[in-house]
């Protein structure tokens, strides 16, 4: 089976340009441009999906903190402050890790996709995330859809460059 595996897979090297690096050399030789573009989006969409439960599980341990320490033990007015908390953490996270550089939204990831060669830098990997997980979690009103496309285009690009896939591929 592994045998017919690689024979069905296999597309000349010589047909394409050859690859700068072994990882990008054996994808090509054992699985061919579309099998190996095909196999790496599964495994974006896995990793995407895993990012997409790991935010709704930290806004949810946030949000419980939050419900522990304001409801239950009848401190009703700090229901007012956990919002400017959330922002106030979220502000010093960027400023402190990310050297005050943050991009919002989806236009960021439109402006990286047609204006950079769609290279997604490496902090879009966990910035996005640790941010919303600050401010929803505390009760900020922001939407948890833009932090998992920011992710999910950092995991991308991120992996379609470790895989030297080209422009168009990537």
């Not at 700068?20 to 573009?37: C, E, H, T, V, Y």
């Not at 919303?132 to 991120?158: K, M």
């Amino acid at each position: 089976l592994a045998d017919w595996l690689i024979v069905y897979f296999y597309i000349p090297l010589d047909r394409y340009s050859m690859p700068q690096n072994n990882i990008a050399s054996l994808r090509l030789k054992f699985m061919g441009p579309k099998s190996s573009l095909m196999l790496t989006a599964i495994v974006i969409g896995i990793l995407s999906a895993l990012c997409a439960v790991l935010l709704k599980n930290g806004v949810n341990l946030i949000r419980n903190i939050v419900h522990e320490v304001s409801v239950r033990r009848q401190l009703h007015y700090l229901l007012f402050f956990f919002p400017a908390i959330g922002i106030l953490l979220t502000v010093l996270f960027s400023k402190v890790f990310l050297k005050g550089k943050m991009g919002r939204g989806t236009a960021n990831i439109i402006y990286t996709i047609t204006r950079k060669n769609s290279k997604v830098e490496k902090d879009k990997l966990y910035s996005q995330l640790v941010t919303s997980i600050l401010t929803v979690g505390f009760g900020g009103s922001a939407g948890l859809e833009a932090p998992i496309a920011s992710t999910g285009s950092a995991i991308g690009s991120q992996l379609a460059q470790w895989l030297h896939f080209g422009e168009k591929e990537r």
